[in-house]
Nanobody
């Protein structure tokens, strides 16, 4: 059974940092690009960033560029999201997903195998 499990969320003050993890089990995703998305209450799920299968390339939403960093460890079948200088508007449930269909990274329809999400709350 394929499973993605996010962890590391929590409550942090504005300006603080958090590191999210996304652990995959059931199969290896070392040949796939992996993405992070987030969804705030009342909003659609939005793209945060993506990392290529090798880890050599990343891309980010403008709203997090320069503050968030995605990395991965294929040997551990795990992806990370390092979040710095957090803002209240970063508050959301964060999801990881496997990009299974080629095309625009921001298109969530191209992603399968979603995790259950982890809550990040940034207080002002």
């Amino acid at each position: 059974q394929v499973q993605l499990v996010e962890s590391g969320g929590g409550l942090v003050q504005a300006g603080g940092s958090l590191r999210l993890s996304c652990a995959a089990s059931g199969r290896t995703f070392s040949n796939y690009d992996l993405g992070w998305f987030r969804q705030a209450p009342g909003n659609e799920r939005e793209f945060v960033g993506v990392i290529s299968w090798s880890g050599g390339n990343t891309a980010y939403a403008d709203s997090v560029k320069g503050r968030f960093t995605i990395s991965r460890d294929n040997a551990e079948n795990t992806m990370y999201l390092e979040m710095n200088s957090l803002k209240p508007e970063d508050t959301a449930v964060y999801y990881c997903a496997v990009k299974v269909i080629s095309g625009p990274d921001r298109d969530r329809a191209r992603y399968g195998y979603w995790g259950q999400g982890t809550q990040v709350t940034v207080s002002s």
